[in-house]
């Protein structure tokens, strides 16, 4: 087909040229409108030129743009939310770091008291039972309890005699488990760590499936600590990492094996 020069190319092209820069979109050139000569098309190429142009106008003229900004607003609206809330949740979340931080510095401090190493400030609180008087008439939970309420009142004699006498009458009660720890740390707190020792081992053969049985093994290797088995010591603390890693006898087991390292 021979190629003419048509008169409405110009003005057409300006039409289409204001059309794509007002709405963003990039429509194909033909080719032939990169040449240096006059600007010329085919017939056919003319009538798809119209056909886009008439295209872009029904675009235009139909909504579908506006319809598509206003989907934009909505979803930058929507961004906006999400992003208020995930600031919501980071503050919380440090929220609830610095509480458990607080909670494992007081489980510190309260397992710092059991131990001992503030009983030289502490005055016993609760006033101790004659060597030779027997448990209160009471049942084993109650027996366990008013010995538990000597120890924690710092008053270890009275709670060890009390907490032996518990052994003797309940050597396999629902409490027993935790009675006989309880007797080790007394002793432990007293400072008879030879005795405290023997208790807490006798926790993990008696009751090794108790709860307590994972806390004799830490006090264990505290107690060899003091007495200066460094190699038991070790051995004990050690063997806490492995069977309970990422816990706070885990932690606790890290700290005093640093004090092993510093000595």
Do not use: C
Not at 40 to 46: M, R, S
Not at 230 to 253: F, I, K, N, W, Y
């Amino acid at each position: 087909m021979p190629v003419l020069q048509h008169p409405r190319l110009g003005a057409l092209s300006r039409r289409i040229a204001g059309l794509l820069l007002g709405i963003g979109l990039l429509v194909p050139v033909p080719a032939v409108w990169a040449q240096s000569n006059p600007p010329v098309a085919t017939q056919h190429q003319l009538q798809m030129l119209e056909m886009r142009v008439e295209r872009v106008e029904r675009l235009l003229d139909s909504g579908v743009l506006t319809d598509m900004l206003r989907n934009v607003d909505a979803l930058q609206s929507e961004v906006r939310q999400l992003r208020g809330q995930v600031e919501q949740l980071e503050n919380e979340l440090r929220n609830v770091r610095a509480r458990q931080r607080d909670q494992f510095r007081n489980l510190d401090e309260r397992i710092g008291l059991v131990e001992g190493d503030l009983a030289a400030d502490r005055v016993p609180t609760a006033e101790a039972l004659p060597v030779d008087e027997p448990l209160p008439d009471a049942d084993e939970q109650e027996s366990y309890e008013t010995a538990f309420n000597q120890l924690m009142g710092g008053d270890y004699e009275a709670a060890i005699r009390l907490l032996e006498r518990f052994m003797e009458r309940y050597p396999d009660g629902v409490y027993s488990a935790n009675a006989l720890y309880w007797l080790a740390e007394a002793k432990y707190a007293r400072g008879d760590y030879e005795a405290a020792l023997i208790d807490f081992e006798a926790v993990r053969n008696r009751f090794p499936d108790s709860e307590k049985a994972a806390d004799a093994l830490l006090k264990i290797g505290y107690a060899h600590f003091e007495l200066g088995n460094t190699d038991d010591a070790r051995a004990a603390l050690e063997q806490v990492l492995e069977d309970h890693p990422g816990t706070t006898l885990s932690r606790l087991a890290q700290d005093r094996l640093r004090r092993l390292d510093g000595q």
